[in-house]
Each structure stands twice: as structure tokens, then as C-alpha cells.
């Protein structure tokens, strides 16, 4: 660390933003070969919000950006680095994560910065990616305040009929982020942390962009391009031995027990994968909550709401210890135990 005193770092400020239409079970019910029955019991999804026609991965993370400088009163010309974690850039280039910035620096509100910025594409596992890596900037003194932002507009990239029921029925909208910041207190940040991956089953989940990006092995079908591919099986059994794993490397990692965490906050995929988790564990429901019923599977988008909720509610406070965890395309999977 640069100089004699330890730098720690807070997570200072935490937004959410959920689009305000509904898409229910009952509205898929009309679209595609299903039932409310059929989808809770496997997904533990009732309803998800789905973007109007206006909203975008680009307005919804500028809502939460401005929310987190707003609240936590830093001028735009203080923040040094803005994160976008999604698999829906709106092009190839500029980032989003730039044009947002220029939105902020037209609105008289907030104006210009020269904060560095990139989008991030892990997936599922991007904000807590982007996380760790907001907090090492931090911790070594290149940075001092970084915006880490999870927005996802999956609505369109499934294919709502019969043939897209297995992703159709999972996926949903929103954004979600926090400001990271240093701080004085050096007992503040990250206890432990891992970020993995295993390249080799990039297969199982997929949005090719032409007949090219199909892998070997893997059939071309008749959905559109731009629309997800996923072994929905091949993906569950994945998940639920590799979550419990991470959750055992991380706290061993921390040198602490299950009991001594405060909040467990997980990316929600299915309630079945989190169910199994809290058994393995022994994790009391209101250690591990669930909002998966309500906002379904926002990818990159899921940890930060959920921990925006649990914030906002007041359940999670200043001197918790909170575990995130994320696991996703690529396959990727990762974990952010924290000393708040």
C-alpha cells in the first residue's frame, strides 16, 4: 500500500432501479405452452419487470449512477472510474459506460467528468467482478471513488413463445450499484475474495450474433440471432455444486464460519440453487434472502438490487459482514465477503 497509513474502503452509497411494467406468470401463460404451477416450480419466479420501449441498459444504469452521486453528495468531477458490468452494450463501441457519462455531463444537474470508464461483460458474476476489482484500485491508492453499476435488459434477448419457455420464463430487467470509496478506517473492505471461470463450458449459455458463433457441437436451431441459448440442465448441476463450493472457499479463505456472516447476498438464479445452499450451511432464510419471486434473473443486475433492497430496508448496516456471491455465463463464478 503506497505511504504508512492503510487505505480501507466502504461501500459508501447503493442504488436500484426496476422498470415499472410487470410481466406475471399469468402474462406468459398467453404467450407460450405454460402455467404459474409449472414456472414457480422450477424457477421460484412469479413475476419480472420488463423495460418499456424508452428504457434501455444505457437509462436505466444512468438513473442509478445519478441516485449514487446524489445520495452520497460526491461531485461528478470527483469520481474516478465508472464500471459497467452487462452483456447488452448498446454497440460494440463507445461503452455504454461513456455515453452515460456524457448524459451526466449534459444534464445541468451533475456536468462533466474525466472518469475513466469500460463495460464489463462476466455475465451473471460482472458486478462482483467488478467489485473486486474497484476495491484493489482503491486499496492500492489509484483510485478513491468508483461507481460499480449491473445492468441487464434480457427481455430482449429470449424468444417468448414455446420454444424460448426454458429462458423466457427466468429472465428480467433492471439495474443495480454502489459507490465504492476510501476511507481512513483501514478494517473497512474486503475480507476475502475469488473470481473463476472455466472457459471450457462457454457452451452451455451463449447469445451468438451470427451462424459462426455457434460452437462446435452445437447445433444451429431456429431461433433468431441475438436471442440466449442455454442447457438449462447442464447449467442447474453447475450451479448448485459450484455455489456451496464457492461459499466454503470464501469463508475459509476469511478464516471464518458460516454463523459469522451477517448477510448472504446471491445471485438469483433459481430458488431451488439458493434453497440448497442454506441447507448445505445451515443459513437461516433471513441470512440468505430472496427476491427472485419478484424481479426473476437480471444477470449482472441481481446481487446490487438485492443488496440495494436490503440496504434501504435497513437490514444490512454499518459493521455487518456481507458475502456476495454470483455465478453465470463463461461459466464464471465469484464471491465479495465484506467488513462493512
Known amino acids: 500500500m503506497p505511504g ?13 432501479y426496476l422498470p415499472k411494467r410487470i410481466l406475471s406468470n399469468a402474462d406468459l401463460e398467453k404467450m407460450m405452452d405454460t402455467s404459474d404451477d409449472w414456472i414457480v416450480q422450477r424457477t421460484g419466479v412469479h413475476r419480472r ?4 420501449e424508452d428504457e434501455s441498459v444505457r437509462t436505466m444504469s ?78 492500492s491508492g489509484q483510485c478513491r471513488n468508483v461507481a460499480v453499476i449491473g445492468t441487464e435488459h434480457l427481455t430482449k434477448m429470449v424468444e417468448y413463445s414455446t420454444r424460448g419457455r426454458g429462458t423466457a420464463i ?60 442455454m442447457n438449462g440442465r447442464a447449467v442447474f448441476k453447475f450451479a448448485v455444486g459450484t455455489f456451496g463450493d464457492l461459499i466454503a472457499e470464501t469463508l475459509e479463505k476469511a478464516g471464518l464460519s458460516a454463523d459469522d456472516v451477517d448477510h448472504y447476498i446471491c445471485h438469483q438464479s433459481n430458488i431451488r440453487i439458493l434453497e440448497a445452499a442454506r441447507d448445505r450451511f445451515g443459513i437461516p432464510p433471513e441470512k440468505m434472502p430472496i427476491n427472485i419471486d419478484r424481479v426473476g434473473n437480471t444477470s449482472a443486475a441481481s446481487v446490487p438490487i438485492l443488496l440495494s433492497e436490503q440496504t434501504k430496508s435497513g437490514l444490512i448496516k454499518e459493521g455487518d459482514r456481507v458475502m456476495m456471491v454470483a455465478f453465470g455465463a463463461g461459466l464464471t463464478w465469484t464471491s465479495s465477503l465484506w467488513q462493512l
Open 4 to 16: 504508512s497509513n492503510p487505505i480501507g474502503v466502504r461501500l459508501a452509497t447503493i442504488s436500484h
Open 49 to 52: 419487470h420488463m423495460c418499456a
Open 62 to 139: 444512468l438513473c442509478v449512477l445519478k441516485d449514487l452521486l446524489r445520495e452520497s453528495g460526491l461531485p461528478p468531477e470527483e469520481l474516478d472510474l465508472l464500471i459497467l458490468a452487462t452483456v447488452g452494450s448498446s454497440m460494440a463501441c463507445p461503452s455504454t459506460a461513456c455515453q452515460m457519462l456524457c448524459d451526466l455531463a449534459e444534464d445541468p444537474e451533475f456536468g462533466p467528468t474525466n472518469a475513466g470508464a469500460f463495460d464489463m461483460t462476466a455475465a451473471c458474476s460482472g458486478f462482483v467482478y467488478g467489485v473486486n476489482l474497484a476495491h484493489g484500485l482503491i486499496r
Open 170 to 229: 427466468l429472465f428480467g430487467d433492471g439495474s443495480g450499484g454502489a459507490l465504492l470509496r476510501a476511507t481512513d478506517d483501514p478494517s473497512k473492505g474486503l475480507l476475502a475474495q475469488s473470481m473463476h471461470s472455466d472457459g471450457t463450458r462457454w457452451r452451455d449459455l451463449f447469445i451468438p450474433r451470427s451462424e459462426c458463433d455457434f460452437p462446435d457441437g452445437v447445433a444451429n436451431d431456429d431461433l433468431p440471432m441475438g436471442i440466449m441459448r
